[in-house]
Nanobody, 114 residues
Framework: QVQLVESGGGLVQPGGSLRLSCAAS????????MGWYRQAPGKQRELVAV?????TTTYSDSVKGRFTISRDNAKIDLQMNSLKPEDTAVYFC??????????WGQGTQVTISS
């Protein structure tokens, strides 16, 4: 089993920045993909950004150019700039090995409001 602990959420004004962090613990050997999903009220959970152990990144179109994902072994960060009200959501950290389930964190609330 893998445990994921997120930190860094909060309230920020439009145009501001936040940095989310996630650390994996437990059976972390072999983790291939780590990343972030988010779920806004009344909407489905969606991919935000993921990064492989080799450093390949994938971003949703809605955050490209504004968010940057980085990774140091079993820890990832998500630098979020130029935040918009539509970025408001609960952000979930995920990780996955080549075989097996996706592990999810508990989520951290990000609210963009003036």
């Amino acid at each position: 089993q893998v445990q994921l602990v997120e930190s860094g959420g909060g309230l920020v004004q439009p145009g501001g920045s936040l940095r989310l962090s996630c650390a994996a613990s437990g059976s972390i050997f072999g983790i291939y993909t780590m990343g972030w999903y988010r779920q806004a009220p009344g909407k489905q959970r969606e991919l935000v950004a993921v990064i492989t152990s080799g450093g390949t990144t994938t971003y949703s179109d809605s955050v490209k150019g504004r968010f940057t994902i980085s990774r140091d072994n079993a820890k990832i960060d998500l630098q979020m700039n130029s935040l918009k009200p539509e970025d408001t959501a609960v952000y979930f950290c995920i990780c996955k090995k080549p075989i097996g389930p996706i592990f999810w964190g508990q989520g951290t609330q990000v609210t963009i409001s003036s």
